[in-house]
């Protein structure tokens, strides 16, 4: 049975899309749902190549949900001299804004200069404006430099003995989890069949030793799928080095794991005006960042040898950020109990000997192992798009050599919007806005609500307005407000939503950014879940379950 691509990306058709993929001869067949897998899939699919995409978890489950949700410009590795770090991820943030601006923002940042600090004034000057220009950054939005009246105008909290100044310039905010889906779905629409939960088992080789495909499991039934691939691509963040033992090809480069936590205040405990980059006492760059009335802070960077599938907030992890925010924002004498909530990620670097996990570069390279197993690893968030476009220039590359008669066309994901990016670029976003939140009175929303839609699912809202009006009897029935209940319906059938912490964490975000509506909503989203996607007692129980875990270990630390 063939669906059809409006229904392809439907939680409901997974087991299909599973059998799609199996009576299929792919040419690419990417390992991993993160924002490399995605990218990987999207380049692939708009170059013409039959491309599948397989996730044992759901999308973005690892590190694309768990990052400090900027697309960087890369002033840190301007700090470590990695030139043409800065030049490319700068290049490449303004292209993933062109291309979906509603899940990428525009944040000035302000660097605080004290005396004795890591930056001086005049260095923080020649540093920014060499950044400018290596980033091609807009005219607008080039780097100032404020005094410390000026400074303390942008944030009254931040400490004032020693202050000397500070930068100020513009990095980009996103919703990392949000980014992945967008791109995912685009891959979607473009021709690649992907499923969430579907794990590779084992990988399937030719009598000569090449790899052929892979046995797959869905990790929802326990069904099983052959898949059969002419090139096989392992983007699956820190499990790289686990798909290349399979393959017998972990030798060389191998990977090293570290480990970075945020964590969450109410803005009426942590009341920042204005995001702030600034160093540590330890020397650690971190963030404090104001978003829909919180603030996050973060980042830890420490080595990581845990459980990879789910790192956590650590006791140690948590008292070390709470010393670094008061260090900053010494009024505020923050303290456990408000901690909001936290999320941990981990970084698939590629190891390097005598060197501080801060220090470690965040570069990207491709394996290509002797069974043809070719494996991404290392990289940023703001890089997957020319991250993709190597690995599948890569893959045209070794067809080429290998005979392949299929002729593939260059990239162009430069100019292909992500799904809801079709706004008329960054331009186009505040006006769509605008005349979305006057259209959803139509529909049973508030202005306020309509803005909020067209915001976070810019030119996708006209299908949520859509499915307000076939979705109030199942919102009443299960006592969920309209605006719930269509971003739930939605997630279920246009962005495969299997499970409850999928809803929450990956396609909201709430979660982390709002727990108490989590808390209040759960039961219901549960039970509305439940009917749609026919689960059996069992399910029910597990999945349930599962949220609770998480919203406990989002507030409490594991010791150690």
Known sequence: MTIHNKEIFAA????QVLKQMQQSQLDVLVIGGGITGAGIALDAAARGM?????????FAAGTSSRSTKLVHGGLRYLKQLEIGVVAEVGKERAIVYENGPHVTTPEWMLLPLYKGGTFGKFSTSI???????????????????????DTLFKEPLLKRDGLKGSGYYVEYRTDDARLTIEVMKKAVETGALSVNYAKVETLRYGKDGKITGTLVKDMINGAEYELKATKVINATGPWVDDIREIDGSKKGKTLRLTKGVHVVFDQS???????????????RMVFAIPRAGKTYFGTTDTNYKGNTVNPVMTLADRTYLLQAVNFMFPDLKLVEADVESSWAGLRPLIQQEGKSPSEISRRDEIFVSDSGLISIA??????????AETVVDKVVELLG??????????????????????????????????KKSAEGAHYGFSKEESAFL?????????????????????????ELPLILAVQLRYAIEAEM?????????????????QIGYVQQWKTQVIAAMANRLQWNDEQRTAYTLELEEKLVEAVEPLKG
């Open 497 to 513: 939503t299997v499970k409850p912490t999928d809803f929450f964490i990956r396609r909201t975000g709430d979660l982390f950014f």
């Open 12 to 15: 409901q058709n997974r087991e």
């Open 378 to 387: 290392g990289g940023k968030l703001t890089g997957y798009r020319k991250m």
């Open 50 to 58: 039959k491309v599948a995409l397989v996730e044992m978890q759901d």
């Open 127 to 149: 540093g920014l404006r060499v950044y400018d220009f290596l980033a091609g950054v807009k005219r607008k939005e080039r780097r100032m430099m404020l005094n410390v009246e």
């Open 269 to 283: 405990r942590f009341p920042l005006r204005q995001a702030v980059y600034f160093d540590t006492p330890d020397g």
């Open 454 to 478: 067209a915001q976070r699912y810019g030119s996708n809202v006209d299908q949520l307005f859509s499915l307000a009006q076939r979705t109030g009897a199942w919102a009443e029935t299960f």
């Open 401 to 434: 050599q290998e005979g392949g008669s299929k002729a593939f066309a260059k990239s162009e994901t430069k100019t292909i919007t992500m799904s809801g990016g079709d706004l008329g670029g960054s331009k186009g976003f505040e006006p769509f806005v605008q």
